[in-house]
């Protein structure tokens, strides 16, 4: 889609000296096949760290920001804690935390809207993450704020992740941008502007948030054309539980191998290559047996054990059996009580721990 002689710049207002050198551009939309995001083929506008905000002095929105405040601090428990506003401008809407149990912060790239917030008694730092890496004073934060912001930014990943970056491990964020779906429902092509680079939905947006390490825990629509979203740092998987216990696991089982002058491992999978290759165990085992052809006669990656057919295991005087083949345990267990030496001491190998059988 493309639309002819669209206003340049929604903040760029000409004076009459200026007319002569302002004129229309085309604007064309994109839709991503992969996330469903509308967004300009057009470089943002290059004033798209710094954003001119007219809303901050009406009632209306000042009604609206003390409420969002007050749900955001009591759902997310940030009494007497920090929040940062990334992109705050002069400070309007920070300026409104202050009736609020809570430690306000700001940052904004134009350092003219820096002064004025700091002359209001607001702590504003001229600052912009330009990477993910980046560090914002007075860090790291409990919950961060942005307020129809996140559509002008040409790279949202980068300034998403330097948010997170600098947040606590169960660090808060209350998020708004224009709502696309409320274009669509109105055909108001006039809400598009060269200074919007991106165009949200739910869909979109929870999307970016989620590659971005976000989880979204609230989602709401509020003066019609406006999405709101709470989010919180996504958890790394905890695998310390992984490591501590293959750690005992690999111990139990080396030492009940090592007890026998002859032992196998009864699958052939990725289960019994995994136990055979990382847990010392490779020297002390005889074969590895599978019943499935094709892999006989074939060596078990990293351990290089030789895996045999039942048949030619029961012609090595084996002295245990460690069946290692969830799912098919009690069928192993019948064929070797069936058909292999009586005196075989078996084994399986549990969730956490070797158990005989």
Known sequence: MKIENMPASAQDIPTKEELDKDSGIEVSLCVCEDCNLVQLKNDAVYYYRDVIRAGGYSTTMEDLRKSEYKHFIEFASLEGKKIIEVGCGRGEFLG?????????????????????????????DEDFPESEDHVFKNGPFDAFMSFNFLEHQPHPRTYLKAIYNNLCDEGYGLITVPSFEYILEQNSFYEIIPDHIAYYNFDSLTHLLN???????????????????????????????????????????????????????????????????????????????????????????????????????????????VIVAPGYTDEIAGIIKNTFDKNIDVYTLMTDKLKRL
């Open 96 to 124: 409104m935390l202050k009736g609020f149990p809570v430690e306000g912060y700001g940052t904004e790239h134009k350092k003219e809207l820096v002064e004025i917030a700091k002359e209001a008694g607001l702590r504003v």
């Open 211 to 321: 590659i971005s390490g976000f989880e979204v825990l609230e989602s709401r629509t509020v003066n019609r054309d406006t999405i709101e979203v709470i989010v919180k740092k996504r958890k790394f998987p905890d695998i310390s539980g992984i490591i501590s216990k293959k750690k005992d696991i690999a111990k139990e089982v080396l030492d009940t191998v090592k007890g026998y002058s002859k032992i196998a491992i009864w699958g052939a999978s990725h289960q019994g290559f995994t136990l055979c290759s990382t847990t010392g165990i490779a020297k002390y085992v005889d074969c590895i047996i599978d019943s499935a052809p094709f892999k006989q006669g074939r060596f078990a990656p990293a351990s290089h054990i030789k895996i045999i057919s039942p048949d030619e295991a029961r012609k090595r005087k084996l002295e245990a059996i």
